[in-house]
């Protein structure tokens, strides 16, 4: 069975920051292009940032600056370091790849 588990999420004040981890429990997931997405309430779900099997990365415009995303394949793990939160960061982040998702895991940016 394969499965995405985000974790890392919290509540932290405008200005802040989090890392958000992604563990993956196939090493197959290293080949794979891997993605984080976020959807707030009353909203779309937003593509957030991804990172290719080389690492290459792209960012959406309103976290360009802001958000890093990396992977350790030793570990199967992506993860998003998000600086500078705002208030509009608040979402549920979704870790994917493939097709296949995590559960996801809230944020919270207090103003």
């Known amino acids: 069975q394969v499965t995405l588990v985000e974790s890392g999420g919290g509540l932290v004040q405008a200005g802040g920051s989090l890392r958000l981890s992604c563990l993956a429990n196939?090493?197959?997931?290293?080949?794979?292009?891997m993605a984080w997405h976020r959807q707030a309430p009353g909203k779309e779900r937003e593509l957030v940032a991804t990172?290719?099997?080389?690492?290459?990365?792209n960012y959406a415009d309103s976290v360009k600056g802001r958000f890093t995303v990396s992977r350790d394949k030793a570990k199967n793990t992506v993860y998003l370091q998000m600086n500078s939160l705002k208030p509009g960061d608040t979402a549920v982040y979704y870790c994917?790849?493939?097709?296949?998702w995590g559960q996801g895991t809230q944020v919270t940016v207090s103003s």
């Open positions: 994917e790849g493939q097709g296949y």
């Open positions: 196939r090493k197959i997931f290293n080949e794979f292009t």
């Open positions: 990172i290719t099997s080389g690492s290459s990365t």
